[in-house]
């Protein structure tokens, strides 16, 4: 069993940045990839990318590539998304996710827990 506690987000202008975190309790004792996913209103789940245990390889989806960076932090079971010059259509609520069938990436599919969502919202 994994338990992810979220934190971070709130409202910033267009072009501003903001850091989520997402703290694993839990099974902590074998290596697994996270990641994090978007969804806005009436819109499926996106993935906005995913970070592999070793923290070595990372993923991102178009949308975000160049302006997110997610990190990880074992010592603390902790992963983090760093947003930079974020748009109104980042507005989301984000959620951040374990798969701890993978050490390499998380997907939709494969991610089986999550965390407790953040909203973000981006004003123009």
């Known amino acids: 069993q994994v338990h992810l506690v979220q934190s971070g987000g709130g409202l910033v202008q267009a072009g501003g940045s903001l850091r989520l975190s997402c703290a694993a309790s839990?099974?902590?004792?074998?290596?697994?990839?996270m990641g994090w996913f978007r969804q806005a209103p009436g819109k499926e789940r996106e993935f906005v990318g995913a970070?592999?245990?070793?923290?070595?390889?990372?993923s991102y989806g178009a949308s975000v590539k160049g302006r997110f960076t997610i990190s990880r932090d074992n010592t603390q079971s902790t992963v983090y998304l760093i947003m930079s010059k974020l748009k109104p259509e980042d507005t989301a609520v984000y959620y951040c996710?374990?798969?701890?069938?993978?050490?390499?990436?998380?997907?939709?599919?494969?991610?089986?827990?999550w965390g407790q969502g953040t909203q973000v919202t981006v004003s123009s």
């Open positions: 839990g099974r902590t004792d074998s290596g697994y990839a």
């Open positions: 996710a374990a798969a701890t069938s993978s050490r390499i990436t998380v997907s939709k599919a494969t991610a089986d827990y």
């Open positions: 970070i592999s245990w070793s923290g070595i390889t990372t």
